[in-house]
Structure formats: C-alpha cells, structure tokens
C-alpha cells in the first residue's frame, strides 16, 4: 500500500506522518510537495498537522485552495482513504469534503499534551482494529480545535455514525466532544488528536497504531486479496 | 478601478471567545457599558472594473475570504483612483 504525505508551507507533522506509514508500518511512503503532486499512483493521502500557510485568514483556508485540492477530491470520489490529522482535519472542513468548521479553543489557550478519546464507530475503514467504545491515549496539539456545526449537521453526523472518535475530557469546547469524523462514504477521515504521534512506546502510546492498521488490512481485503 | 470593502463577522450563534475576553478587558479598564463584543475581519481589495464585479466579489468571499458555515460577510463596491 502506497501513501503520499501531503506537505504544504508550514506543514510540521509531515515527517512524523511519513516515519509513522513508512519506518513502524512497513508502507512505501512519499513526501510529496503540494505543487508537484500526482496522486494517481497512491493508494492513500494523508493530510499532516501543522500550520499551513501561517493558518492565514482561517486554519487551512489558503491550503484548501491550492491546486492540489482538485487531485485529493478525485481520490476522495474514487473512494481512496485520506486521513487528514489537526491542521489536515482543518484543511478537509475548509475545503468541504468534511462538514463543519474549527473555532479557537474554548478557553483560547494552545494545548498540547495527552487525551483520552473514545472510539465511537469501530466499523469505519480506519478503527476496525479498535474495540467499540475502547478508550485510548493520544496527542492533542492545537488552538483551534473546538469543532463546530450547525444543529442540523451534527444530528446527521450521529445518525449516520459519522462520529469517529469523542472526547473523554473535553478539552476545547468541541460540540458533541466530538474528536474525529468522517464523511458519508466512509473513505475520508478527519481528527485533531495525532495517531502518528503515538506509534511507539516510546512515544508514551502506541495507541495511533491500530489506526493505521485498519487502514492497511482494509486495504489489502478490499485490493489485494490474491496480490 | 473599484475598491470593495468586505466586512466579514461571524454569524449568530457561533461563540468566539476571543470576544468575551476583550469584553472582560474592556469592563475590567473601567468601560463598564460595554455588553458585548463582536470582532470580525475587514478585508479591500482593489480590482479592475467588471461588469458582474457583485457576483465575482460574492464568488471570492464562498470560495475564500469567508467560511459561510461559521462567518457572514458584507460588502460595498466604491470608485477608487488609479495609483
């Protein structure tokens, strides 16, 4: 399974992305430049954190109109896996492929350490590798990450089991503790905690792990049974 | 050439709370009336002349300048002097 880490101006979750697929997984992997980027030939996109542009007018705003976008919206149609994680999260709302919006953290501040999050949908491409309702430990690093939706988005979200992962301890202010979604045909996900920060032991979770997992056994039920 | 003044705020509903600090700021220098604070964003652009500049203006603000899930926007088209 090929992945290609997306690097904007400002990306700085790119490596940890790329160590995460390529040296603990085993994946072939590329960092692949906004601007010179074929996606053709890649089975996933992930969407690294960061501070693309300088967050200039909204967090993702400028990224998710680069040209790139028009590549990661035929993979996202194709039905291909992208993971977009913080700023990668913030760059899939701002470019519609997943609904809602991030505000600055209720209580304004940056926060950057551990949280519990709970696993509300096991059933997505992403988690099956994950006990429903298991809760497990994961990185936060950000200022805007409390998820907001209009009323009506977010029971749509919950009754199509949209909701990925949730909160424990709200920490931001998020509607709904909400952590992770993902979109309607199951293929695009979007969270604020790291997975790839928390691939290693040493790391203080090896917790992000199984997300990556999934995605790969999926993979290879869904393309590669007799490769 | 025609310079656009777009006000952009964020809509009913959508708590920034940026705004109830500058307000408990603003109590706390001893301007007690103040109830409540919006902020919001003021963006010019100077463009050429184009016939449908209200529509093309509107485009630039769903495609960018605004996120119309959270924000509002407004904007007015005036004549400005060639520089």
Redesign the interface.
């Given at each position: 399974m090929k992945f290609a880490v997306i690097v904007f101006p400002g990306s700085n979750c790119d490596r940890d992305m790329y160590h995460a697929v390529k040296n603990v997984l085993g994946m072939e992997a590329d960092l692949v430049w906004h601007e010179h980027s074929n996606l053709e030939n890649y089975d996933a996109v992930l969407l690294p954190g960061g501070f693309s542009y300088g967050d200039y007018?909204?967090s993702g705003?400028?990224a998710s109109?680069s040209g790139v976008m028009q590549q990661i919206r035929a993979h996202a149609e194709a039905g291909k896996p992208i993971l977009g994680v913080c700023n990668g999260f913030q760059i899939l709302?701002?470019a519609g492929l997943l609904?809602?919006?991030m505000?600055?953290?209720?209580?304004?501040s940056f926060m950057c350490h551990h949280e519990a999050l709970a696993v509300a949908n096991h059933e997505t491409p992403f988690t099956t590798n994950y006990e429903q309702g298991k809760v497990i430990h994961l990185p936060i690093a950000h200022g805007e990450g409390?998820y907001?939706?209009?009323d009506e988005t977010l029971s749509a979200l919950k009754k199509n089991n949209q909701i990925v992962f949730t909160y424990e301890n709200n920490p931001n202010?998020s509607a709904a503790d909400i952590a992770g979604i993902i979109n309607s045909d199951g293929n695009v996900l979007g969270m604020m905690p790291h997975p790839e920060r928390a691939v290693e032991k040493l790391l203080g979770s090896d917790d992000g792990i199984r997300l990556f997992q999934s995605l790969i056994e999926n993979w290879r039920d869904a393309y590669a049974v007799n490769a | 050439m025609k310079k656009v003044t777009i006000h952009i705020m964020p809509k009913q509903g959508?708590?920034?709370?940026?705004n109830k600090?500058i307000q408990t700021s603003l109590n706390a220098l001893g301007f007690s009336e103040v109830e409540d604070v919006q902020t919001g964003k003021l963006v010019e652009l100077f463009v050429k002349d184009h016939a449908e500049i209200d529509k093309r203006v509107g485009d630039m603000c769903d495609?960018?300048?605004a996120?119309p899930?959270?924000e509002d926007y407004h904007f007015e088209v005036e004549e400005a002097a060639r520089t």
């Open positions: 007018l909204r705003a400028i109109a709302l701002e609904p809602g919006v505000l600055p953290n209720k209580h304004l409390n907001f939706a209009d202010g | 959508v708590l920034d709370p940026q600090a495609k960018l300048l996120n899930v959270m």
